[in-house]
């Protein structure tokens, strides 16, 4: 499953039957990156082929879990992934050229799609930090770490993925933290520093198969937390800064 509106990405192309345009907005993405845009007129079947994985031209429905969801077995869309194996290269340089990433912010309410009720509670940040996510970060599911104010830092996986109530226009970040907590946190500073990149967003065929998805991830993020060059972060000052109220960077 895919938290956090980890919308466990959906390639949503099932309906793509007619000709279509869709545009981007202009995302600001802090001081040293220039607003950019992309835009993408796709006319016909082979046009269809070059689109972006995570691209949908309707908001997917919620679904619990990472961002993508479930795709409808009878549908078009990609069939779903499950094959092991390092992500494309174009997502995993896009995502790791931006890493380690540290982020701070208030925790929200999410889209209450049911992560927590599925064991998987996934922690959102306010618009403000996602807007100035690096606008070439990869969408997909990272790994880290993460505390809740000045408490304990605990391993994380993350999603990062387009929010379908926004119109897939915006991204949502939301973080599960593997930890378990006597009670929720929102209105307290999250923490992250975001290490590694598992995979893309991608298309499942069932909650089980989405649910199973989300266990994989969390299994390879607690390995590769163990490994020293991710291990090192725990310790990192970061953690032990004065709280500011937002923080985005390197
Ligand atoms: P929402 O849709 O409001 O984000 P979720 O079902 O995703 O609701 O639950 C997220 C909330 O659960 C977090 O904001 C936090 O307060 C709480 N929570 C409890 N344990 C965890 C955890 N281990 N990781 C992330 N959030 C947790
Ligand atoms: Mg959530």
């Known amino acids: 499953m895919s938290y956090c509106g980890f919308f466990w990405v959906s390639g949503v192309r099932r309906f793509c039957r007619a000709p279509f345009s869709y545009s981007l907005p202009a995302v600001t993405v802090g001081r040293e990156c220039p607003a950019v845009s992309a835009r993408l007129v796709a006319r016909g079947p082979r046009a269809l082929q070059n689109l972006p994985p995570s691209f949908s031209p309707f908001p997917p429905p919620p679904t619990p879990g990472w961002p993508g969801g479930i795709v409808a077995l009878s549908s078009t869309a990609a069939p779903p992934d499950s094959s092991p194996g390092p992500p494309p290269e174009s997502e995993a340089s896009g995502a790791m050229k931006h890493l380690p990433y540290f982020c701070r912010g208030e925790v929200v309410r999410g889209f209450g799609r049911g992560s927590k009720q599925l064991g998987i509670p996934t922690a959102n940040f306010p618009e403000q930090v996602v807007d100035n996510l690096p606008s070439d970060l990869s969408t997909g599911i990272y790994y880290g770490w993460a505390s809740v104010g000045d408490g304990a830092v605990h391993k994380m996986v993350l999603s990062i993925g387009w929010n379908p109530y926004y119109k ?83």
Do not use: C, W
Not at 180 to 191: N, R
Not at 200 to 215: M, T, V, W
């Open 168 to 250: 897939n226009t915006k991204k949502s970040v939301e973080t599960h933290i593997i930890h378990t907590f006597k009670e929720d946190f929102y209105g307290e500073i999250l923490s992250i520093v975001i290490t590694g990149y598992i995979r893309p967003e991608k298309n499942f065929s069932s909650l089980d198969a989405l649910i199973s998805a989300i266990q994989d991830d969390i299994e390879e993020a607690k390995r590769q937390l163990d490994l020293p060059e991710h291990l090192k972060f725990k310790e990192d000052n970061f953690f032990h800064m004065p709280e500011s109220k937002i923080m985005n960077g390197h």
